[in-house]
């Protein structure tokens, strides 16, 4: 590994360290104001805009808002990392230009096959296979386990209109997710590392930000005590040393990151990974709904196997005639 791709990766983790811990710190800060705002705006009239805001602050725990301060400090050092680790400079040696884009222009030259992000012109129908592949996957076992349960109940507005909001309301966050996780970090573990171990340390990365961003099920007792971010931030870290909470939550996470990125690197574009994403936060955004078992197919044995016939099917999907798979350099 050359010593700057070696600082780059060491910089990326201590880029998603820094995010927690400022976020974990400033949690209690957004908690107060957003309570505050909520207790304000019910006793006076106030726009739309801050009466929805107020809505959401009112009807959140303290996870939302820890959730919320390790993102808004993900943000705010994102830029300052970016110009930290040289992000946006183009690998003169490599003649890499941006490996984290979306796409690269026609004439970029790239020397490692599996690192480049090209133009696709088949990127929007790889993005709706993804989709539909993941979604149906997820949805079809979901629906039978809840009409087995008797557990399913119907949405008020109607299930189409339902899933129309919620594919509505994912792609953007979908599509950011992919940016990052599969243009950015995945392109800064390409450069520092053979094809096949990238993939797995940006699914390792990807799992463990997940799960110490969205800890389900964990609260505190006091959310205006200061510092209390911290003990929500202990107890998200304790968790990794139950073994049901690895294969329930960490070990799917996992295996999606394995896929999303194996999807990244056979198609070198990030259509497909995108497609996949939205089909598993749709996915499980509706069985949400559909039950009251929040979570339902985010955890156990039901989602990985659903995973690893997506990988099957993503590896057929992908294939050419003349198919040579990238090699490791």
Same mark, same amino acid.
């Given at each position: ?32 104001? !957003? ?12 726009? !739309?805009?801050? *009466?929805?805001? +107020?809505?959401?602050?009112?009807? +959140? ?36 230009? *941006? ?19 090209? %133009? ?5 129908? /790889? ?22 349960? #008797?557990?399913?109940? $119907? ?9 129309? #909001? ?21 392109? @800064? ?6 094809? $096949? ?5 940006? +699914?390792?990365?990807?799992?463990? @930000? ?5 800890? %389900? ?6 959310? *205006? ?37 194996? %999807? ?6 990030? !259509? ?5 994403? $939205? ?7 509706? /069985?949400? *709904? ?14 990985? +196997?659903?995973? @690893?016939?997506? %990988?099957?099917? @993503? #590896?057929?999907? $992908?294939?050419?005639? #003349? ?7």
């Amino acid at each position: 590994m050359p010593n700057d791709a070696r600082g780059d990766v060491l910089k990326l983790w201590l880029y998603a360290a820094l995010s927690v811990a400022l976020g974990a710190w400033i949690s209690p800060l957004l908690y107060n104001a !957003g309570k505050a705002l909520a207790e304000i705006s019910s006793n006076k009239v106030t726009n !739309g805009v801050i *009466e929805q805001i +107020a809505g959401i602050c009112r009807a +959140a725990d303290f996870s939302k808002f820890y959730e919320a301060g390790i993102l808004l400090a993900a943000c705010l050092l994102f830029f300052p990392w970016m110009e930290w680790a040289h992000a946006r400079c183009a690998d003169a040696f490599l003649g890499i230009r *941006e490996p984290w884009k979306t796409r690269l222009t026609d004439n970029a030259s790239t020397t490692t096959l599996s690192q480049r992000l090209l %133009a696709n012109l088949r990127g929007p129908w /790889l993005a709706c296979a993804g989709f539909f592949l993941m979604a149906g996957l997820l949805i079809a076992p979901g629906i039978a386990l809840m009409f087995a349960r #008797h557990s399913m109940h $119907t949405p008020a507005g109607g299930l189409c209109s339902m899933a129309l #909001h919620i594919l509505a309301a994912l792609i953007i966050p979908a599509t950011v997710m992919e940016i990052f996780f599969r243009g950015i970090v995945m392109g @800064v573990f390409l450069r520092a590392m053979r094809p $096949t171990a990238a993939i797995g340390m940006s +699914a390792a990365f990807f799992a463990i @930000v997940l799960s110490l961003i969205a800890p %389900a099920g964990l609260n505190v007792a006091d959310p *205006e005590a200061a510092g209390i971010g911290f003990e929500l931030l202990g107890k998200s870290i304790v968790r990794f040393a139950d073994w049901k909470t690895i294969i329930t939550t960490f070990a799917p996470l996992l295996m999606l990151g394995g896929l999303l990125g194996y %999807a990244r690197l056979r198609t070198s574009s990030l !259509g497909l990974p995108i497609g996949l994403q $939205t089909g598993w936060l749709a996915a499980n955004g509706l /069985l949400d *709904e559909l039950h009251q078992n929040a979570g339902l197919l985010q955890q156990g044995f039901i989602p990985m +196997a659903a995973i @690893v016939l997506t %990988a099957v099917m @993503v #590896h057929f999907l $992908t294939a050419t005639p #003349h198919d040579d798979p990238p090699s490791d350099p």
